[in-house]
Structures are given as C-alpha cells and as structure tokens.
C-alpha cells in the first residue's frame, strides 16, 4: 500500500527558508502530479505548488518567485523550497500525490509557522 510521508515544516522567522519533503513509500509506476496544498485557520485551501511527471510546475501567484518545487524520481520525492517567507505563509501544508487509475494520497499535513 502507498503511503506519503511529510517531513520539514516547523518554525520559522519571516525573511527565512524552509524545506518540506513528500516520500511516497511503496511502489508507484506512473504520476501525474505531486504537490501541496495548504490551509490557514479560517481560510480556504490553497494550491501551493505542484509538479508533473515531466517536470512542469504550476505556482499559486502568492508564492511564485519564493517557494521551488522539484522532485526526485527516482525517490518519489517530492521537495518544496520555501524562502522569503512571510507570516501570511503560515498554514498546515499537505502534499499529495496524483496517479492514474488510483484516488488521490494524502500526506499526514505538516504545520508550517512563519513568526514576525
């Protein structure tokens, strides 16, 4: 059974960086996209980031020129590099994983802080 694990996350000051990383344990063949949505108290979710199987990277416009998506193929990692962050970044990020031919996989979410 699949199953995606988030690591990263915590603490940090606005101005800084963080890195958050999705492994999708078990064997997977084939993906269309892996990413992170994220949810502020009080607010909708939010596509953050996601990445395709070919590589292309689709940004929400509150992020673009400050967070990276890549991804580790190989590992069936996904990494979201997150820099200049500002306190309005602050939410529960989960990454999740799209594949053909099977329901959406979540991540177990992971609680970003951004402090000013």
């Known amino acids: 059974q699949v199953q995606l694990v988030e690591s990263g996350g915590g603490l940090v000051q606005a101005g800084g960086s963080l890195r958050l990383s999705c492994a999708a344990s078990?064997?997977?063949?084939?993906?269309?996209?892996m990413g992170w949505y994220r949810q502020a108290p009080g607010k909708q979710r939010e596509l953050v980031a996601r990445?395709?199987?070919?590589?292309?990277?689709e940004y929400a416009e509150t992020v673009k020129g400050r967070f990276t998506i890549s991804r580790d193929i190989a590992k069936n990692t996904a990494y979201l590099e997150m820099s200049s962050v500002k306190p309005e970044d602050t939410a529960v990020y989960s990454c999740?994983?799209?594949?053909?031919?099977?329901?959406?996989?979540w991540g177990q979410g992971t609680q970003v802080t951004v402090s000013s």
């Open positions: 078990g064997s997977i063949f084939s993906i269309n996209y």
């Open positions: 990445i395709t199987r070919s590589g292309r990277t």
């Open positions: 999740y994983l799209d594949a053909p031919g099977r329901a959406t996989l």
